[in-house]
């Protein structure tokens, strides 16, 4: 009987860092009240998994919004 497992998996291709894939059973927020938490679950029951791009320019190609944090 297991009574843990892992919190999350990565694949790491080190010869092609942008070529890495991950996937979070509870989501990136870690927050329960969130509507994110679960909703990387099913992909984490299935053994899929998503881009998990490091390069700046891949980072940018994927990125859904920008946020410019300025100081007061």
């Keep these: 009987k297991a009574d ?3 919190s999350q998996r990565h694949i790491f291709d080190l010869s092609n860092w942008d070529a890495s894939k991950t996937v979070i059973p509870t989501g990136i927020s870690g927050i ?3 509507p994110f938490y679960l909703n990387q679950t099913e992909m984490y029951m299935n053994n899929q998994y998503h ?3 490091f390069s700046k320019t891949e980072v940018e190609k994927a ?3 920008r946020m410019k944090l300025l100081p007061y």
Aim: glycine residues 8%.
């Design 51 to 53: 881009a998990d791009p």
């Design 32 to 34: 329960p009240a969130s």
């Design 4 to 6: 843990a497992g892992a």
């Design 63 to 65: 990125a859904k919004f």
